[in-house]
């Protein structure tokens, strides 16, 4: 670390004077914590490892339990989550789980063997409402904080966070509706999970308000993925529908697939929207309208949640409800209403 042109680069990273950069790298006085996470920050990006002394202590484990990483939405919360735990002084572990790999509970029984503060829960068992809840009051019976990100049971006595799964969908039909669309379908996964059982809510509501319409018969479940998203638009596609509302990103590029497998334009003809905003879909072709989950938000909640727990604060059972976006991009357009 002692070449000058290493310094220079640092400082011009970081946005200070090689003289701070020298004083953060040689554990001296005098510098602002904004400024000294600044210039770790610079480290890590430009590849540099950190000298032993600046090396912090971890004030524990923390276990970060996600679904599969197919899905862009999951390591993005992972990152989100990992960050927020590193800069309280906690080291994340993660645990990702699988088709075929290690059950959740499996994960959690490792993670308390390995004498973890506490665990996050992303899309887990506790959204699934065919799922035992034992297996998280077992866990806060014997005083392990846990947060559940997505998912809500009023059994299990500990903090929720959540995006609000109707107002997403009241998002999407009521953008759609406004663009024209009177039969306007919603894609989703199985309809055993929460999440799903909200958004269905939020989108009979809307679709309340379009007369003549039955929301009922254009209501499809498949899996949340592409291939699934694409099973469900092609239902919808013979029901009629000219919008579509995904429960997912990757659902909705399935129905962007399925569209433009029977030589229909996307917006020209059918109008798509997604959930979630996942990173890079802003690239798509074309790029996709969707409704942004806060995801930054909602990981610094939950660690801060469940730090307060990891420090003796009671376990409250809280549902913290997070509001979502419409973010309008290239994959919606006017309605057979807006076109006659």
Do not use: W
Request: aromatic share 4%.
């Amino acid at each position: 670390m002692n070449g000058p042109a290493r310094l220079a680069d640092i400082a011009a990273q970081a946005g200070v004077s090689e003289a701070t950069v020298s004083r953060v790298l040689n554990g001296k006085p005098g510098v602002s914590a904004a400024t000294r996470q600044a210039v770790m920050t610079a480290l890590d990006l430009m590849g540099y490892e950190r000298p032993p002394r600046l090396r912090q202590r971890s004030n524990g484990l923390i276990g970060l339990v996600t679904p599969e990483l197919d899905n862009p939405i999951f390591p993005a919360f992972a990152q989100a989550i990992e960050k927020a735990l590193t800069q309280h002084g906690y080291t994340p572990v993660l645990c990702t789980q699988m088709p075929g790999g290690a059950p959740e509970d499996e994960f959690t029984e490792l993670l308390v063997d390995r004498g973890v503060s506490g665990i996050v829960f992303v899309s887990g068992l506790h959204a699934d409402t065919t799922a035992r809840m034992d297996r998280y009051t077992r866990l806060t019976d014997r005083g392990l904080p846990i947060v559940l990100v997505d998912g809500y049971n009023e059994h299990i006595d500990a903090p929720f966070i959540s995006a609000d799964d109707r107002m997403a969908a009241r998002l999407a039909v009521g953008h759609l509706a406004d663009l024209g669309h009177e039969r306007i379908g919603l894609a989703l996964g199985p309809r055993r999970f929460v999440p799903v059982i909200r958004k269905i809510e939020g989108y009979r509501e809307a679709m309340s308000r379009l007369p003549g319409v039955d929301p009922g018969e254009l209501i499809s479940h498949s899996l949340f993925s592409v291939e699934g998203g694409q099973a469900a638009a092609a239902q919808l596609l013979d029901r009629g529908c000219t919008g579509i509302v995904c429960a997912s990103d990757l659902m909705a590029l399935g129905a962007i697939r399925a569209c433009r497998q029977r030589g229909l334009s996307v917006p020209g003809d059918v109008s798509v929207v997604g959930f979630d905003d996942s990173p890079l879909i802003a690239f798509t072709d074309p790029p996709l309208t969707t409704v942004r989950k806060p995801i930054g938000p909602m990981a610094t909640a939950a660690v801060q949640t469940l730090l307060e727990e990891v420090a003796g604060a009671p376990a409250r059972h809280v549902e913290l409800v997070f509001q979502p976006e419409l973010v309008v991009r290239g994959s919606t357009g006017s309605g057979p209403l807006v076109n006659r």
